[in-house]
């Protein structure tokens, strides 16, 4: 079954730290990959997808993630984050075709940064 | 920009009523979606549809039924609500034609089944 997955639930670090949230998918053939956020008592919204082309995606807020198609991963990256990188950050994963237009969420990693 | 807005914010609901949340989208979008979130779950699709009429079901459909008689609004049932219903509703939508097929989403409905 076409399936996402997070390995990280709950991540704390201080201001200028690195991160990478890691993801990994199931899906076989073309597939469509995502990562929001979601910042506290707002609504999701999209950092970053990647369809085709440059496998290094570069998306909002210094954001970025790298689709590497012989590890099924596409990691979130940011090399310094800030007080408010702090939400929780969904991967998503679908295929476009005709008859297939779902999508699969991960379970969501909830990032808290340390002033 | 687009917009999904759903009809209620908090929604407080008893066990055994039927209970209506309604999604409705600005940008003429194809698809529409309905998840519930749940801590350390995180979006599980309930229902989605392609068209005005057609409905799919996602991986949760159990206790819950759909509606799409137009293509701006997508409704979700709850037909006899029950306290493991209790959850955060998110409705989204997205459109065949954009390259990527992200999807938009509402600012959800969190439901309390008492």
């Known amino acids: 079954a076409q399936s996402v997955s997070q390995h990280n639930h709950h991540v704390i670090l201080s201001e200028a730290a690195s991160l990478e949230l890691g993801c990994n998918y199931s899906?076989?053939?073309?597939?469509?990959l995502f990562w929001y956020v979601q910042y506290p008592g707002q609504h999701l919204q999209l950092l970053l997808k990647?369809?085709?082309?440059?496998?290094l995606v570069k998306g909002i807020k210094g954001f970025e993630a790298e689709f590497i198609k012989s590890k099924f991963s596409f990691n979130l990256r940011k090399p310094s984050v800030q007080w408010s990188d702090t939400a929780e950050y969904f991967c998503?994963?679908?295929?476009?075709?005709?008859?297939?237009?779902?999508?699969?969420f991960g379970a969501g990693t909830r990032l808290t940064v340390k002033p | 920009d687009v917009k999904v807005t759903q009809s209620s914010r908090y929604l407080v609901k008893r066990t055994g009523e039927k209970v209506f949340l309604e999604c409705v989208q600005d940008?003429?979008?194809?698809?529409m979606f309905w998840y519930r979130q749940d801590p350390g779950l995180g979006l599980r699709l309930i229902y989605f549809?392609?068209?005005?009429?057609?409905?799919e079901k996602g991986d949760i459909p159990e206790g819950y039924s759909v509606s799409r008689e137009k293509k701006e609004r997508f409704s979700l049932i709850l037909e006899s609500a029950s306290t493991n219903q209790t959850s955060m509703y998110l409705c989204?939508?997205?459109?065949?034609?954009?390259?990527?097929?992200?999807?938009?989403f509402g600012p959800g409905t969190r439901l309390t089944v008492l």
């Open positions: 940008m003429d979008h194809e698809n």
């Open positions: 549809s392609y068209d005005v009429k057609m409905k």
């Open positions: 998503a994963g679908g295929q476009l075709e005709e008859d297939n237009n779902d999508m699969r």
């Open positions: 899906y076989g053939g073309t597939v469509n």
């Open positions: 989204a939508s997205s459109s065949l034609v954009l390259a990527g097929n992200e999807q938009f």
């Open positions: 990647y369809f085709s082309g440059d496998p």
